[in-house]
């Protein structure tokens, strides 16, 4: 077996947050021999999903989880004529679990922007969940040289290449905040608003730091609060002040753009795809008119009514004629916040295992969908800083007996759906952004807070752009939360009323809160079609 089919298997499996004995990457490679070599990568990465459905006590995985899995696969192929691709393009069902792959926040790789070779490159280090002081800066200047290296490309911004014509937009040519003292004249400076004295709002770059009046700036549309990142048009006061006149987040890119320019580099977490594996993705993608997620927010568990409600809603797609492919799970699972003075974690479990329960009676269901639970703000876990770890396994074990395939991620969690990226992130974010914010938001485009919590995310290409002191982040992990370059659909669980939107051809939609209004989203990511659902 060739050097590079081992390492191959490695680095898929190392993507998926795998470590293999030695006798697990032989079995695997054995697995591999059966097939030509045009098959043999086809079969790995399906070994690997089905690895999902496996128990594995860690994440260490021996040669007897390995064997289990090529025993059920070379059954399969004994028993029926063809494979999971085969399934995919089946016209009456949904595509093989094997094509939805979940990513954990934890999992996903770092990429740093290099200034001065104008690249990005992976961090291939550690990555502590307590980092040092040096950690808490490198998240904000990864932050901002993430958006700054977008920003050069804008044809707005760009810059100009000797004494060429000015574009009909203008010199927008962005000035570092440190040349602006002694400049008289307008000028368009790039920064993060920060609070350094109380009441006395500044703007930062990598060079300077420059004390800012908005009090008549003109905004677009947005939030504009303490940490997010604008791009100004002012000029300096004699005091020392910059007046702002204009104000606005970077320009979005378009996902194709970045894409190219970022040929080589995985930003979500699934690997790189080449360019025929795309294609292919693409037309299973086409076929898959029935594949259909369904996802619940605020899943009460202690909450007789909201289980009554579940209850209506999984008879319902029982008895569809193709059931969902994907039940998503978000939190809280209590109505209570499992804080200090909470005790009824026992309870908490039962109850957990009293839903596994009722998924099970679904037969249908429970062979055909797969289910994924993502931890609320209030539910249990080791703290209230983002990312958060998937719910702790002492809660889960009992819903696991009933549903041995459940999966447990974290909050952010992405999901690969064939050529499709999809972000899930259970928050209450727009109450939080609303309340951080330092002026109105601007009503010239849209009054709809929802559009301006979407506009505020893609455009800093991050899921919760709040001040540390409203919402910690693990510094190590902040780029788990990115949104760069921008997924085909994000999922934002917020216990607002429910809401789809669709801005610069990224589907965003709130499920609400099903145990306090009973709303739910059913989606059909081949049409990208969002259906806003109640009891």
Not at 81 to 100: L, W
Not at 145 to 173: I, P, V, Y
């Amino acid at each position: 077996m060739s050097a590079s089919l081992r390492k191959k298997v490695q680095r898929k499996c190392k993507i998926r947050g795998y470590s293999l004995k030695v006798d697990a990457l032989d079995e695997i490679l054995s697995f591999a021999s059966r097939f030509p070599d045009s098959d043999s990568d086809e079969a790995i990465d399906l070994l690997l999903d089905r690895l999902h459905y496996q128990t594995l006590k860690s994440s260490i995985v021996d040669k007897d989880a390995v064997r289990a899995v090529v025993s059920l696969l070379l059954d399969a192929e004994a028993a029926v004529d063809g494979d999971d691709e085969a399934s995919a393009a089946a016209p009456n069902g949904p595509v093989s679990p094997s094509s939805i792959r979940v990513i954990d926040a934890f999992l996903v790789p770092k990429l740093r922007y290099d200034s001065i070779k104008k690249l990005f490159y992976e961090h291939t280090g550690s990555l502590p969940i307590h980092g040092d002081a040096s950690a808490k800066a490198a998240l904000y200047r990864d932050r901002f040289l993430l958006l700054f290296q977008r920003l050069t490309r804008d044809q707005h911004f760009s810059k100009r290449a000797f004494d060429s014509e000015m574009s009909h937009f203008g010199n927008c040519e962005i000035s570092p905040i440190q040349s602006l003292v002694g400049q008289t004249g307008r000028r368009w400076v790039m920064g993060l608003i920060s609070q350094l004295e109380d009441d006395h709002f500044y703007l930062e770059d990598l060079t300077a730091s420059v004390e800012i009046n908005l009090s008549n700036a003109k905004i677009t549309t947005g939030f504009f609060a303490e940490n997010t990142i604008v791009v100004a048009e002012g000029e300096m006061r004699v005091e020392g002040i910059f007046q702002v006149i204009t104000c606005g987040f970077p320009p979005l890119e378009d996902r194709e753009k970045s894409l190219k320019l970022l040929a080589g580099h995985d930003f979500f977490g699934s690997s790189v795809l080449t360019k025929e594996e795309t294609l292919r993705l693409a037309e299973l993608e086409k076929k898959a008119v029935n594949d259909m997620f369904v996802i619940i927010s605020d899943m009460w568990l202690d909450n007789e009514e909201a289980m009554g409600k579940l209850t209506t809603v999984l008879d319902v797609f029982e008895n569809e004629e193709v059931v969902p492919s994907l039940f998503v799970f978000m939190g809280n699972f209590s109505s209570h916040p499992c804080n200090l003075s909470f005790h009824s974690f026992s309870t908490l479990r039962s109850q957990f295992g009293k839903l596994g329960h009722i998924i099970g009676m679904h037969q249908r269901l429970k062979e055909n969908s797969r289910f994924l639970f993502i931890p609320g703000p209030d539910d249990a876990g080791p703290s209230k800083v983002l990312p958060r770890c998937a719910l702790p396994k002492y809660l889960t074990e009992e819903l696991q007996n009933h549903i041995p395939n459940a999966i447990f991620s974290s909050n952010p969690c992405r999901i690969k759906f064939l050529s499709q990226e999809i972000v899930f992130f259970r928050e209450d974010l727009l109450y939080r952004m609303r309340r951080s914010c330092l002026m109105p938001p601007s009503t010239e485009e849209t009054e709809d807070s929802f559009e301006h919590l979407v506009a505020t995310i893609t455009h800093q290409s991050h899921l919760c752009p709040l001040p540390l002191v409203v919402q910690p982040i693990i510094w190590n992990y902040d780029h788990a939360l990115y949104l760069y370059p921008t997924p085909h659909t994000i999922v934002l669980g917020d216990r607002s009323k429910q809401k789809a939107f669709k801005y610069t051809g990224i589907t965003c939609f709130n499920p609400g809160s099903f145990s306090s209004d009973g709303t739910f989203v059913a989606y059909r990511p081949c049409s990208q079609e969002v259906e806003l659902s109640a009891l």
